[in-house]
């Protein structure tokens, strides 16, 4: 009877511990949750990570970052590659993010001279972007922010900006558009006198080398997001454009984003 009574006693203690531990699991804020390594990167490759703070281990800003806060120091997480813009040089390198924990291999770099403080940024945040990384993405997902702690016990905060192709729910196309020197008067329903963009489209052969012009020059009767025109100046630029899945009632259903500005001519002439 003895051991039948100490039996019954060490189960119950057995049992409340293991509902006081699960009790302690579900309530721990701490506690991450489980998140598929794909799933976790096709979260950061869905924003560009703009820097907005960066202090030392004591909590100190880290003077050569500064620089990269007022000029868009900007991380962009692709597939399986990082890439640093902003800086005199652009950085890249392969990496992988899993359970929070954001591991960055060796970066490789552009080797363009530039000022002295540009160049500081650059040598700074190659520095402390490498190895393991703690990573922890907070905020709604309108505005989400990236703090990573590197190994030193530095903190660089970066906030979220969604892609073209969050934003627009499209994979791009690229495509190579001509701009006049000059803007054509064309019809719109709510401006006067509005003034289009005229382009045509350009293709490249195999060596890189443009082709002969092979589309008449017409109006584009919208923007084109990131460029701005100047009087007088032939343009050549490398757009994405994008089909906008939930357009406003007012809006286009295809998008162009500037990618690259190709050539550019301010003789005011169109060949």
Request: aromatic residues 6%; glycine residues 8%.
């Amino acid at each position: 009877m003895k051991q039948n009574i100490l039996l019954v006693a060490v189960c119950a203690a057995l049992l409340q511990a293991c509902t006081s531990a699960s009790t302690s699991h579900e309530g721990s804020p701490s506690m991450p949750t489980t998140t598929s390594p794909a799933a976790a990167q096709a979260e950061l490759s869905a924003y560009h990570w703009n820097l907005a703070s960066a202090t030392d281990a004591s909590g100190k800003p880290i003077a050569d970052l500064t620089t990269g806060i007022e000029r868009k120091l900007r991380l962009n997480f692709g597939d399986q590659q990082l890439n640093i813009s902003g800086g005199c040089n652009n950085q890249f390198g392969g990496y992988r993010y899993q359970e929070g924990v954001l591991k960055v291999q060796q970066l490789a770099s552009t080797m363009m001279a530039c000022d002295k403080r540009l160049m500081d940024m650059d040598t700074q945040i190659g520095r402390l972007l490498k190895g393991d990384l703690r990573a922890v993405v907070t905020g709604a997902t309108e505005a989400p922010v990236l703090q990573l702690t590197t190994q030193d016990g530095s903190v660089l905060k970066l906030q979220g900006e969604a892609t073209p192709e969050t934003r627009y729910g499209s994979k791009g196309q690229t495509r190579f558009l001509e701009v006049a020197a000059k803007t054509v008067k064309c019809s719109h329903p709510l401006i006067p006198n509005y003034q289009c963009l005229q382009v045509r489209e350009r293709h490249y052969d195999d060596a890189g080398l443009q082709l002969p012009p092979q589309d008449a020059w017409h109006p584009l009767y919208q923007s084109i997001e990131g460029y701005e025109h100047r009087d007088g100046v032939r343009t050549v630029l490398r757009v994405k454009q994008y089909d906008w899945k939930n357009p406003p009632a007012d809006a286009p259903s295809q998008v162009y984003v500037l990618d690259l500005v190709v050539e550019q001519d301010a003789s005011g002439k169109n060949p």
